[in-house]
Nanobody, 122 residues
Framework: QVQLVESGGGLVQAGGSLRLSCAAS????????VGWFRQAPGKEREFVGA????????RYAESVKGRFTVSRDNSKNTVYLQMNSLKPEDTAAYYC???????????????WGQGTQVTVSS
């Protein structure tokens, strides 16, 4: 069982940066891949990025590639989403999720956090 808690969301101007954290508790967190997803009001859940158990393999949605970076520190049981050059269309609730594989498919992740809101003003 893994519990995930996101933090770091907030209000930022377009062009700014935020770093989200996903803190995990429970057994064997360092065995899991972690994905980040987002969901804006009235829209479907969208894959943002993910990393494997070590952080050595990452993948990103085209919409954030080059602006967002996923990393992890297993000694702190924490995964990060560094978001730079933020745009108003990045506004959404952001969720981290843990699962067995590094994938963009949300239904492959069995553990989810409660989400943190990111709002980017123009």
């Amino acid at each position: 069982q893994v519990q995930l808690v996101e933090s770091g969301g907030g209000l930022v101007q377009a062009g700014g940066s935020l770093r989200l954290s996903c803190a995990a508790s429970g057994r064997s967190f360092d065995a899991y891949a972690v994905g980040w997803f987002r969901q804006a009001p009235g829209k479907e859940r969208e894959f943002v990025g993910a990393c494997n158990w070590s952080g050595g393999t990452t993948r990103y949605a085209e919409s954030v590639k080059g602006r967002f970076t996923v990393s992890r520190d297993n000694s702190k049981n924490t995964v990060y989403l560094q978001m730079n050059s933020l745009k108003p269309e990045d506004t959404a609730a952001y969720y981290c999720a843990a699962g067995p594989v590094t994938t963009a498919a949300w239904d492959e992740y069995g553990y989810w956090g409660q989400g943190t809101q990111v709002t980017v003003s123009s």
